[in-house]
């Protein structure tokens, strides 16, 4: 048997693989969307996700380099090491309407098909638990303690409206912002007041005003989280959460320097003084291996997957990810699955609801089946 033919017959298996777990793994996704949990609380999740690899024979360890939401599960012992991250943090209020149930469970079901095969085939696989993507740099944390190192590819799929092979994310910094004043009776000694959402507000004006002069590759947003207390008092602080999104580490960097002027801008006008805190370390942009992105659209081709390049929906394939920093230190690729959410975008409730039935239970088969044979293809060489 040629080694062509050895790879076609393991895609079968693995194929076989992922359809025989199809009830498992839809459970595991369906399981995590009606419990979700946000980034750094995902105890019952993580578990969960880790469970499911343990029942197929991986060896896990639980709370990853000290990360109590993290885990590494490993099976085989082949000289090609492949890892796969599972993601399974929620948002705050949104419930799972990124689908990381969704990422959780293509990851799982992408090793669980592909364990049987691990030493014909020459695999160590080993299943990143990472917790914390929205926001709070999971894998970044992990990459700073050692993990990742010496992989041979990195994987995960995500799900968006429709079907992305190449991940072109932003880098991006995540900032909690604090602007103290000082409190007063609004009618009756308003001069004694310092206000904090006098400054937001002169920041938020002056980041409006800088987008004129902002290029198209960088995109500058928040949200205030704290905005006073009562109409009747000097609001004596405000607090928000800023993005900052960039083409690159260096671009962010420039950018940032011009929004935390518009932040001293407010902080200047009014008294009060400002706190700019990183709420995470800058995610990078994403660099795709082009050999495992090529075999990846081969094979989700092959399961009848269609990629729409010029559908505008397809733009999910730029929002950040801490993978991107992943991507800096070994090979990856982070394919996006379509869902047939549309007119419903990722981190709409709509989406959430889309990530459940099923369209998504298809997109979550597929992507695993998709991922497995990928592997299969680029460990084959």
């Known amino acids: 048997m040629t080694a062509s033919d050895m790879t076609a017959a393991e895609k079968e298996r693995v194929a076989q693989a992922v359809s025989a ?8 996704s369906e399981r995590l969307h009606a419990h979700p949990e946000t980034a750094w609380q995902e105890h019952r999740s993580a578990r969960w996700v880790a469970e499911t690899l343990d029942e197929a024979g991986f060896t896990v360890a639980p709370a990853y380099l000290g990360l109590d939401t993290a885990f590494h599960a490993t099976y085989g012992s082949g000289p090609f090491r492949l890892g796969l991250c599972a993601e ?15 990422i959780a469970a293509i990851t799982a079901g992408a090793a669980r098909a592909l364990a049987p095969l691990a030493d014909t085939a020459g695999l160590t696989i080993e299943v990143y638990g990472t917790p914390a993507e929205e926001g709070g740099g999971g894998k970044i944390e992990l990459l700073e303690r050692g993990a990742f190192a010496g992989l041979d590819l990195a994987m ?32 009756a000694y308003p001069e004694q007041g310092v206000n904090a959402a006098d400054a937001f507000t002169i920041a938020q004006v002056a980041i409006g005003l800088l987008r004129q002069q902002l290029p198209h590759t960088v995109r500058v947003h928040g949200v205030m989280t704290n905005g006073g207390e009562a109409p009747n008092a000097i609001p004596a602080r405000t607090e928000g ?5 960039a083409g690159s580490l260096a671009g962010l960097a420039e950018t940032e320097e011009k929004v935390w002027r518009c932040f001293q801008a407010g902080a200047l006008a009014t ?5 700019i805190t990183p709420e995470s370390k800058p995610y990078a942009e994403f660099r795709n291996d082009e050999r495992a992105l090529a075999a990846y659209r081969r094979n989700a081709e092959r399961l009848g997957r269609r990629f729409d390049d ?3 929906a397809r733009r999910m394939n730029r929002a950040s ?11 990856a690729i982070h394919p996006y699955v379509g869902i047939g959410s549309l007119p419903a975008l990722n981190h709409q409730p709509e989406f ?22 990928t592997a299969l293809d680029v460990a084959a060489g």
């Open 21 to 28: 777990d199809a009830g498992r793994l839809i459970a595991l």
């Open 88 to 102: 399974y943090d929620a948002l705050p209020g949104l419930g799972h309407a990124c689908g990381h149930n969704l």
């Open 156 to 187: 995960m799929a995500h799900p968006a409206p429709v079907d992305v092979a190449e991940a072109e994310a932003f880098a991006v910094s995540h900032s909690h912002v604090f602007f103290r004043g000082r409190a007063a009776h609004a009618a």
């Open 241 to 245: 959460r800023w993005y900052v999104r």
């Open 271 to 275: 008294g009060c003084e400002l706190d």
């Open 310 to 312: 010029g559908s505008p």
């Open 321 to 331: 990810t801490d993978m991107g920093n992943v991507s800096q230190l070994v090979p």
């Open 352 to 373: 959430a609801a889309h990530c459940v039935g099923g369209d998504a239970e298809r997109a979550l088969l597929d992507a695993a089946t998709a991922l497995a044979w």
